[in-house]
Nanobody, 120 residues
Framework: VQLVESGGGLVQPGGSLRLSCAAS????????MSWYRQAPGKERELVAA?????????NYADSVKGRFTISRENAKHTVYLQMDSLKPDDTAVYYC?????????????WGQGTQVTVSS
């Protein structure tokens, strides 16, 4: 299993970024996927999750609801995180994680992370 994130960078407050996570080594469509983030000095937190196959169920942390959108493209084995109206508090390393159980929520493999910095 390999998960490779990309798309991070430096963006001004109010700006947008789209993160991508390319997956390999497993049947991508059969697994739910998730995005986490970890800011300096803070614990890693769940940002968003999308269910397997068509991704009809999507959950978000309260702090990003209405601003972030998780999606998946099974043909490309890729999960995305569209981030709009970015705030300085969104600054963190963002990680992709495979989900192995939805209730209770549990994941296993992590990507290496991609840095997002929101600053003027």
């Amino acid at each position: 299993v390999q998960l490779v994130e990309s798309g991070g960078g430096l963006v001004q407050p109010g700006g947008s970024l789209r993160l991508s996570c390319a997956a390999s080594g497993f049947t991508f469509s059969s697994y739910a996927m998730s995005w986490y983030r970890q800011a300096p000095g803070k614990e890693r937190e769940l940002v968003a999750a999308i269910s397997w196959h068509g991704g009809s169920t999507r959950n978000y942390a309260d702090s990003v609801k209405g601003r972030f959108t998780i999606s998946r493209e099974n043909a490309k084995h890729t999960v995305y995180l569209q981030m709009d109206s970015l705030k300085p508090d969104d600054t963190a390393v963002y990680y992709c994680r495979r989900v192995v159980a939805w209730i209770p929520f549990r994941g296993d493999y992590w990507g290496q992370g991609t840095q997002v910095t929101v600053s003027s």
